[in-house]
Structures are given as C-alpha cells and as structure tokens.
C-alpha cells in the first residue's frame, strides 16, 4: 500500500489529499483490491521517512571520484535551502546531460539569511563526512562562491571550483547587451507591442515576456519572436493581404530593428551552441577546442566572444591536470529546484518546512524494496529529530503556538456568560 499511495504522489504530480481522494473514488476496497485507504498525513509520514532515509543513504563516503554541485533555492517564506548533490565522475564522461536519476542529494540546508562563511561552514561539515568532492560546480552568485572556494582551500586534494556555463554565458550576455541602447530600446518595443496586440486580432504575434531573473538564461526568445515576426509582417505586405495595413500599424517600428535582431540571434545561437557542447561533453581538451572553433563565427572584436574564450581557457590546466572530463554545467540541480518548487506548490506550501525532505526522493528510482526498507529502518521520531535539528519553527508551528486552539467543552459542563454576576 505505502508503494502503491507514494508512487501516484510522486510520478503523477498530485498532493498528499488529492492522492487520498483518488483512491477512495476507485472504490477498490469495495472491489477487494484494496484493504483500506490511508489518511493524507499518514502519506506525507511515508514520504518523509523516505526522503530522510534516501538522503541518510547518500550521506555515505563513496570509494569512487564524485563531483558536487551545490545551489540555492528561491526564497520562499522567509527561508531559503542549500541543496548539495553529489554526482559520480563516471556519469559526466558519457557525451549526454545528467539525469535526476543520476545525482544524489547530500546536504539540505535551510536558513533565512546566506553568506559566504555560513556556505563554508555547512559544506565543510559535510565534506568531512561524506568525504571530498574532485571539484564542485555552482553559479557564479557571490555568497556561494566565496563559500566554496573558502571550503576547498581546506581540501585535503586539488578541488577546484567550476562556474556553470549557462550562468556565465548569460553573465557575459548581461555585460554586453544591458548597456547597449539597441536593445533596451527594443525591450521597451516589446513592453509597448504587448499592449497593442493583447486583446485584439493580432494576438497570437504577442511577444515573450522577459523573465524578471535570469531573463538573459532566454535572451534569445525575444530576438527570435522579433525576426520571425518581421518575416510574417513582410509576407502579408508582398501578397497585399486585407489585414496588411493594420498588421503594419500595430506592429510599427519594428522594423527598423532588423539588423540588431539578426546579430543578436547570431550571437546567441553560437553561445548555445558552445554551451551544448560543455553540457554534453563535459569539459575537457576536445570539448574545449570545439567550443573556441564555434566562438570563430562571432567577429574577432566581440566582447562576448572574448569573455567566453577567456573562460574555456581558465579551465585548460585543470582539464590537463585531470584523468576524465570536468562537469561544466549545474542544470540538473535547476531541474531538481524547479520540480520540488512544483511540488510545493501542489501542496499548498507558503514557506519551505519539513516537506523540504521530498527532494531526495525526486533523484531515487522508486521501488517497493527501497519503500520498504525505508519505513522499516527510519522511525518517526527520527524524522521530528531532523526537523527539530534542521528546519526549527515554521511560520505554522508559531502560529499554533501563539494562537492555540481552544479546547472542544466537555458534555455536562457549562460556560459563565462574559458579564454574567457571579456573586
């Protein structure tokens, strides 16, 4: 039963209530499939036991080279995590993007306020537990950085930290393009063409809204939207189609940002095309020289085209002096932030709490032996010990606390008035 419940919560995206009133609307207890259907929070109890036994398993020092990646989730409430996973170096050699089913987590952490030193200290802890990773991958956000090159000076062994190439590319894309009057004019357009072709005829031509962070991860969305849609605008007008005139007049000025257009999407179709080869094939001294040959489509001058060289090149010794290829790219632990974010939200959460221990059950391949296992090795009271150690007081548990339930009156007693006379 415990198998059957958190395979439907976990592979088909429902909440713990929402996987409850699916099973009691089969009515397979009516039919003898089933001998009864568990309450929601005896569900969440399975999952949570679970996840603290998948991430005690992982906690386990690994004979084999592994690499580690280490991120932040958003802030949600008035907390944030530090999620650390652990990869094996065998997986990073084998020419295609990690899997969920690939990592482990290793550490979960949560805090209200982050700095360098807290990063340092977390990881160091860890490190000395789980044993020491060959390099360790991240964002370039200055707080996690700082707090894993401090780490790694500790390192019994030659770790060296890597930046994710996504965040980097999108880092030497900002540098360039946000000061460029070119395209802050066109992001104005587009803010301006939203609002001329909502609610009307033409609003299937409406552009990509810009991501508020992150927003150069997917620059080239809103460039690729534009040329695409100037080629549209300029069919129409060759067949002098009725609408011609009006499409022209709602889309006006767009034109004349052709050729900014075309140089950007060029840029960035080269940019991801060097970052699908450090995804890929990791990096190592062939990835390297293919990226720099792919860097020759952009002129010899481009800033971008330096920024992105200078970075490959950074990395040249390390590769050399190392026996497989360096993990480049901290996507996978984007995908796992995202899907537990979905999964929080599915259950109504406003602050991260104890579900925060579903994460490691989203890198495990769930079976019956390994739900076993868990609920049979990992008690109840062990998971409110990790809790109580680790997440502290929710916003909830302050709230019970402060404003406590009254007590439901017992049969055969009775209530004074407020301003009865008691005399």
């Known amino acids: 039963m415990s198998y059957f419940y958190l395979h439907i919560v976990f592979h088909c995206n429902l909440s713990f209530r929402a996987s409850s009133r699916v099973l009691k609307s089969f009515d397979l207890i009516a039919v003898g499939l089933l001998s009864w259907v568990p309450h929601f929070t005896t569900g969440i109890g399975w999952a949570l036991r679970l996840g603290l036994h998948c991430l005690q398993q992982a906690q386990r020092p690994l004979e084999a080279q592994w690499v580690c990646i280490a991120d932040f989730t958003v802030q949600i409430g008035c907390q944030k995590a530090l999620i650390v996973l652990r990869v094996p170096v065998s997986a990073c050699s084998q020419g295609k993007a990690l899997t969920l089913k690939q990592v482990e987590v290793i550490g979960l952490s949560l805090g209200e306020t982050w700095n360098g030193a807290r990063v340092s200290t977390v990881l160091l802890a860890l490190f000395k537990r789980c044993g020491w990773p060959a390099h360790v991958v991240s964002d370039c956000g200055s707080d996690i950085k700082k707090g894993i090159i401090d780490t790694l000076l500790e390192a019994p062994n030659r770790a060296s930290w890597i930046s994710d190439v996504s965040h980097f590319v999108a880092n030497a894309l900002k540098h360039y393009y946000t000061k460029l009057s070119l395209f802050q004019q066109f992001q104005r357009l587009c803010t301006r063409m939203h609002q001329r072709l909502q609610q009307t005829r033409f609003a299937f031509l409406l552009p990509p809204k810009a991501r508020a962070k992150g927003r150069f991860l997917s620059a080239s969305r ?9 080629a549209y605008l300029e069919a129409q007008e060759r067949e002098a189609a009725p609408e011609a005139a009006a ?33 890929t094939q990791g990096l190592r001294a062939e990835s390297i020289q293919a990226c720099q040959e792919t860097l020759g489509n952009l002129p010899v001058r481009s800033p971008i085209r330096k920024e992105v060289s200078h970075y490959l090149q950074h990395y040249v010794p390390i590769v050399e002096s190392s026996d497989s290829p360096l993990l480049g790219s901290s996507d996978v632990i984007e995908s796992l932030i995202g899907k537990a974010k979905q999964r929080l939200e599915a259950n109504g959460h406003s602050e991260l709490n104890k579900s925060i221990l579903l994460i490691p059950c989203m890198c495990r391949e769930l079976t019956q032996d390994l739900v ?17 150690e680790n997440v502290g007081d929710t916003m909830q548990s302050k709230r019970r606390r402060e404003f406590p339930r009254s007590q439901p009156q017992k049969p055969g007693t009775e209530t004074a008035e407020p301003l009865a006379d008691t005399g």
């Open 247 to 279: 499409l022209a007049q709602a889309l006006r000025g767009l034109k004349s940002f052709k050729l900014f257009l075309m140089t950007f999407v060029r840029n960035t179709t080269c940019l991801n095309q060097v970052m699908k080869i450090v995804k």
């Open 222 to 230: 809103q460039a690729e939207w534009g040329l695409r849609t100037i």
């Open 372 to 388: 076993a296992e868990a609920l049979t090795t990992v008690r109840v009271q062990d998971v409110t010990t990790w809790v109580s």
